[in-house]
């Protein structure tokens, strides 16, 4: 099965017969899962409008370099930023020597030459253009170029020739794109984190809550969408915003995060409980604000919090299930417990009696613990960190599903 689940695919198209056929590639990659945004070229203009295809993609279609309204919105430079693979289908002749001379007369060439994505084509034209030296010698210094050219196909063409030239059937097109992503880790698969602390609310103005910033979850979310994952982040109260292709769900109190973990569970191949959820809940939440009173102490019952992670995997159809320890003495040796007593496929364990990492710093450094052994990923960024974990969890996950 194909996927491009969070994958962004700019689709170009330029003047040629097969432009109708472009609308169809619209639909077969998001069927894929992909988020599709279309550049026409003005030639494209004459064989299918730009209309349709804003239609199909669900996005404004971008026509012009020279256009400061359309420039302002996104340009040829956010557009090349954005996108994580450029297909132009139909690709013209004309549109392969530009490619091939570096020419950026207009807003697809420009959107060629800025990005550093992978570039795909797929050729469509007359077989004698196809065949013609200037076209060949172009394909060589494309494919040179690392630029990936699907077909073209053989057969009956709408001006009557039969030859090379013929454009590949849509669906053929999004299975070559979709192949291009295969090698992601978490392709096809969803993902549930938590993240952040939670807060317990004592009265309508107190609660009591810890220092987790969410940043490593924030990050591990981050990294498992860039892998290809349907990514639900459930968050606490943090202040960090929502990283791109992530679908987060704002919660406060650990039951609210229970709750919310509960609906996203069932159809989850992995879950990530990276959130420092809050031990104890006072038993009840006053209606109104407590009275400080004459007393020099004060009794705050408390009541034990579902465990989240716990109830995950007890599942009968458990996902991949990975927990945070957050220690601060017997790092290793308490991990090592939680994996066993929660019946995790695997601990990140931290220490956090160490200021330069842990809670609200940018750095972090872990042992990822599971059955077989413990594996030190030293001090590193909280985005590297947390691009290392899915990997290695996607290895794991992977053997343990796949072997
Ligand atoms: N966790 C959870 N729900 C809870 C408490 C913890 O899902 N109610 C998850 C955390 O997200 C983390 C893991 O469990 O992935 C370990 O959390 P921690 O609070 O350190 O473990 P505890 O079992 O509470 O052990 P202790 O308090 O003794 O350290």
Redesign the pocket.
Known sequence: MMHLINKRVLLGVTGGIAAYKSAEIVRRLQDAGADVRVVMTKGAQEFITALTMQALSGNPVHTDLLDPQAEAAMGHIELSRWADVVLVAPASANFMSKLATGDGSDLLSTVCLATQSKIVLAPAMNQGMWRNASTQENLKTLLERDIKILGPASGGQACGDVGPGRMLEPDDIATQVASLFEQDAFAGLKVVI?AGPTREAIDPVRYISNHSSGKMGYAIAEAAAEAGAKTVLVSGPVQLSCPARVDRQDVVS?LQMYEAVSKEISDADIFI???A?A?FRPVEEASEKIKKGASDTMTLNMTK?????AMVAQREDKPFTV????ETQNVLEYGRK?LEA?KLDMVIANDVSDQSIGFNSDDNAVTLIDKEANENLSVRSKSQLARDIIQVIAKKYKSKYHA
């Open positions: 938590t650990a409980g990276a959130a959820v031990d919090n579902p465990d989240i992670i927990g945070f320890a957050a939680k929660k």
